[in-house]
């Protein structure tokens, strides 16, 4: 995936106006079969997988045994298998993960990132260009819930209607050899609403407005999941039994003092992953993403902040390389989308 | 062909020496990889104070993209004695001209030795290794 097809902010502004498409090949995707797998991923997971019913997709995230996070995931609840979408740069840690973790459970984990592929489309008009492609009703796939459907003549095709942009749309799951036929497929019916090619710059642009986290960013092995926010993916329940890295978590969540917040800045510059925050001069946290956002025409970013300095309109300012610079604490996300009324 | 009437760094600014009088600027190459051709995905550019001594490999400034930051490096010693001002509201000068009016600063020789620069032919050659 490249950084970007054409200029970054109208690569945004297509995803929230119109619709992008997006080469996500690079994501790494597994299967665990056998009769243990559900029991086996409710012990290296966060999210209670046992309760997610068939044909539904949940946001996890695999820590270590010190709490703090190795990668964050989604889960697709098949029902023959669970399948697992992980980040590129994290594919041989969390195999390695899986692996060590295993011992015991009747389970079969299957690394089917080289031969299959995923195209994401994603926007205000993309359900409509894909519905041109698709053999069947897309309306009755719910967000995040997959189903299958014959897509520009390739029959069983999964489908997802999940997404890292905040905006509605598809994820498509195919083998790679089917792939590029698709990709020139959907371009050219979306081609008269407008759809167009998205890199990985608008994309982080767009998942940051969306207030969604990114591993290394919001989560990494120094920023764990309850801090960034993320409680509603991380089950303590009783029932789903012990996992890698819950006491701990449960515990830093207990002891915790800062927290993630959005920021905006008026200025020229837009926040950067580093830069030290500061009240009244005095450190009390650090940026970890940001952008130029068109959507809000604003310089926005991701912080964490002491708990005391994090309410929305906080001012506090960054220091970058030296220099300081405004910034005011901002309810995330910065963006939701309209949901059009469901149908009855 | 980039002009032949200057050096390079191999950072990507390029130094034209007049008399005792540097003229600084970054090159074509350095404005695409912070922008790609887009010219609006440039956000900011700082440029020192006038009478600011810089040495030789000291950064006196940075260009920021919606991408990344990079750092300004001279390629010479002395004191600032004029700065572009007009760049730093008009960042589409950079991509329209990088060579001429997209100047940065001029800096005025003082005595202390130079960066280690690059002839064209050099340079060049270095930009066709990454592309």
Request: charged share 25%; net charge negative; hydrophobic share 35%.
């Amino acid at each position: 995936m490249p950084v970007q097809y054409g200029p970054i902010l109208e690569e945004v502004k297509c995803v929230r106006e119109r619709a992008g498409i997006f080469d996500l090949g690079h994501m790494g995707r597994v299967r665990l079969f056998g009769p243990d797998r559900v029991r086996f991923l409710d012990a290296v997971t966060t999210n209670y997988v046992a309760r997610i019913p068939d044909g539904a997709i949940r946001y996890s995230l695999f820590c270590a045994p010190d709490g703090y996070p190795i990668d964050d995931l989604l889960v697709y609840v098949d029902p023959d298998y669970l399948r697992l979408v992980i980040n590129a740069s994290n594919i041989e840690a969390d195999l390695a993960f899986l692996r060590e973790h295993s011992d015991g459970y009747d389970v079969t984990i299957e690394d089917r990132t080289d031969r299959t592929t995923m195209i994401a489309i994603q926007g205000p008009e993309a359900v409509a260009i894909l519905q041109g492609a698709c053999g069947s009703d897309l309306s009755e796939i719910g967000y995040y819930r997959f189903g299958r459907s014959t897509v520009c003549s390739i029959p069983d095709t999964l489908l997802s209607r999940t997404g890292y942009t905040g905006e509605d749309g598809f994820e498509i799951y195919l083998r790679t050899e089917d792939a590029e036929d698709v990709w020139n497929a959907l371009l050219e019916l979306g081609g008269p609403c407008g759809l167009q090619p998205i890199g990985l710059g608008a994309r982080d642009t767009l998942r940051l407005e969306a207030g969604m986290a990114l591993y290394g960013h919001e989560i990494s092995p120094e920023h764990h999941a309850l801090e960034a926010g993320l409680q509603f993916a991380v089950s303590f329940a009783e029932e789903k039994g012990d996992w890698v890295g819950r006491d701990a978590l449960m515990a830093l969540g207990e002891a915790g003092t800062r927290t993630l917040v959005g920021v905006t800045a008026e200025g020229k510059r837009p926040p950067r992953m580093g830069y030290p925050v500061l009240a009244d001069g005095i450190p009390v946290g650090e940026v970890r993403s940001g952008s130029v956002s068109p959507t809000l025409e604003t310089n926005i970013g991701t912080a964490y902040v002491e708990t005391t300095h994090a309410d929305p309109g906080t001012e506090l300012t960054m220091d970058i390389r030296g220099k300081t610079a405004p910034l005011l604490v901002h309810p995330l996300p910065f963006y939701s989308r309209k949901r059009k009324p469901k149908k009855s | 062909m980039r002009p032949d009437d200057r050096n390079y760094l191999p950072s990507h600014e390029w130094v034209k020496i007049e008399e005792q009088t540097a003229t600084i600027g970054i090159t074509d190459f350095a404005v695409d990889e912070l922008c790609s051709g887009n010219e609006g995905d440039l956000v900011y550019c700082d440029l020192p104070e006038l009478g600011r001594v810089v040495d030789a490999g000291e950064t006196f400034g940075e260009i920021e993209s919606v991408k990344a930051v990079s750092d300004l490096n001279s390629p010479v010693s002395g004191e600032v004695v004029e700065v572009n001002s007009e760049i730093e509201d008009h960042l589409e000068i950079l991509s329209d001209d990088p060579w001429d009016r997209g100047w940065l600063i001029r800096v005025k020789l003082s005595q202390e030795k130079m960066s280690e620069l690059l002839d064209v032919l050099a340079y060049e050659a270095l930009i066709a290794e990454k592309e």
